[in-house]
């Protein structure tokens, strides 16, 4: 009897607003020469970014299935959805009406003996993420994404009907190793221990945090690699050229909430909330202080209302656009979304604990990680620095993004992240010059307000 076809499938989705436009990208890939063998994407339209994640994993699957009809396959499935993977796994209830008939039929594509779950940061699943963001590009011109127009991938080789017997070269070929050595720790791995808190230090945050805020915390594991663009350059005293204008960012942070005086985790994975009496009176007075100033050229927002209601008070002041961008939008703290810090600890007082002592631990029910949150975090801030160059752009987002922006800026740690302030409306900045080299120039500015 033949042994069983090995492959790889990866998959990955979004939605613009969570609900939102949404969309989703698969890919099939043969662990032995790395060789793409399908993709698929597909615009949904409004739908949050876990039934988009769920469709993609029921595309990938799909076209696993149309692929090798008669042939017994061992599947791995990489996602970097922790609610898929552990759901999928039987790790997780499955306890969403939205989620369980996406997850049924996903489990009727292939045998649940062939099929593998594995968990992977956001930063190994660019070429299904890159797919999905066509999808929703694509959804955003009203029309349906094409293989024609893809460029996801394009440094991983086709399946070729007669590949090269040399084999994959280069990129291919640790490519392939790679896929190998994930198809070979395909197992499961052992739960880690949390590291246990220590006592909350002198002068931390009260017990519950700021809306969309971490609540002050002991020391964080092991800091999590920061991808190579974050990654500060030598600096030193000596002369240095003329480097021109900077790009720099001016951070501010949305304006009050409902939930931001009860001190609740408000992230982009529950409700929308928008500025209450409070925060609009805020954004006003930012918004005048900005026009004093007249040095804003540019403004990019958070897709969330509570950020787009900011800018828009800004923009309708300065008579400038305002531009979405999704990576500035807040962590996703999945179940613990809308609770107060001492209400999780009641009901997840596990899972909690894991968040404390890591920055890879994710909240409950699959949100983000802040590891997670820092790779989209440096993205974001590499494409607006290339688009911004030498400009000041006001960036209209929230607690964890800005604290992210400010944490690689100076290289610090992650549980730097739990030693700033930063109250709403507040402003921060960064500048950006040519060499790489990044400067803080201002942390939670409250001047403005009054």
């Known amino acids: 009897m033949p042994a069983p076809r090995q492959l ?45 994640e769920y469709r993609g ?6 076209a696993v299935r149309d692929l090798f009809p008669d042939t017994d396959v061992r599947v791995l499935v990489r996602m970097d959805s922790k609610l898929v993977v552990e759901q999928m796994s039987g ?24 099929v593998t779950y594995e968990w992977i940061p956001r930063a190994e699943n660019k070429h299904a993420d890159r797919l999905a963001n066509e999808a929703m590009d694509a959804g955003r011109r009203g029309g349906q994404w094409e293989p024609s127009s893809s460029t996801a991938g394009l440094d991983t080789p086709r399946a070729a009907p007669e590949p090269e017997p040399s084999g994959p070269p280069g990129d291919a070929a640790a490519g392939a190793a790679k896929v190998r050595a994930a198809m070979a720790a395909a197992r499961p791995a052992p739960a880690r221990a949390p590291k246990s808190p220590q006592a909350a230090r002198a002068g931390q945050a009260p017990e519950s945090p700021q809306a969309g805020q971490a609540p002050d915390v002991p020391q964080a594991g092991q800091a999590p690699d920061v991808p190579q663009a974050a990654q500060a350059p030598q600096v030193g005293w000596g002369s240095a050229p003329d480097l021109g ?7 501010l942070r949305h304006g009050e909430t409902v939930l931001t005086p009860e001190k609740r985790f408000s992230g982009s994975g529950g409700g929308d909330p928008e500025l209450s009496a409070t925060g609009r009176d805020q954004a006003a007075r930012a918004a005048d202080a900005f026009a004093a100033r007249g040095t804003v050229q540019e403004i990019v927002s958070s897709p969330l209302r509570r950020c787009r209601e900011t800018a828009a008070a800004v923009a309708d002041r300065l008579g400038l656009e305002v531009r979405i961008e999704e990576g500035l939008r807040e962590t996703d703290f999945g179940a613990w979304e809308g609770l107060t810090f001492a209400e999780v600890r009641e009901r997840f007082g596990s899972d909690l604990s894991a968040w404390l002592a890591s920055p890879e631990a994710a909240p409950t ?11 989209r975090v440096a993205a974001t801030r590499d494409r607006l620095i290339a688009a911004y160059a030498g400009r000041t752009v006001l960036l209209v987002t929230h607690v964890t993004p800005i604290k992210t922006l400010v944490r690689l800026a100076l290289g610090a740690p992650p549980e730097s992240l739990f030693r700033m302030e930063l109250s709403p409306a507040s402003l921060s900045v960064v500048a950006y010059y040519a060499d790489g080299n990044p400067s803080l120039r201002l942390l939670n500015d409250t001047s403005h307000l009054g």
Request: hydrophobic share 45%; glycine share 10%.
């Open 91 to 114: 790790r997780w209830k499955i306890k969403h009406p939205d989620m369980k008939p996406l997850a049924a039929r996903a489990a009727e594509i292939l045998p649940a003996s062939s």
């Open 8 to 52: 790889v499938v990866e998959a990955d989705g979004g939605s613009r607003g969570n609900p939102g436009p949404a969309g989703y990208g698969a890919v099939v890939i043969d662990p032995d020469t790395a060789q793409v063998l399908a993709e698929a994407a597909e615009f949904i339209g409004v739908a949050s970014n876990n039934v988009a």
């Open 365 to 375: 029910g699959g949100g983000e990680s802040f590891t997670e949150v820092a790779e």
């Open 245 to 251: 204008s900077p790009a720099t960012f001016v951070l």
């Open 57 to 62: 994993l029921i595309a990938a699957l799909t």
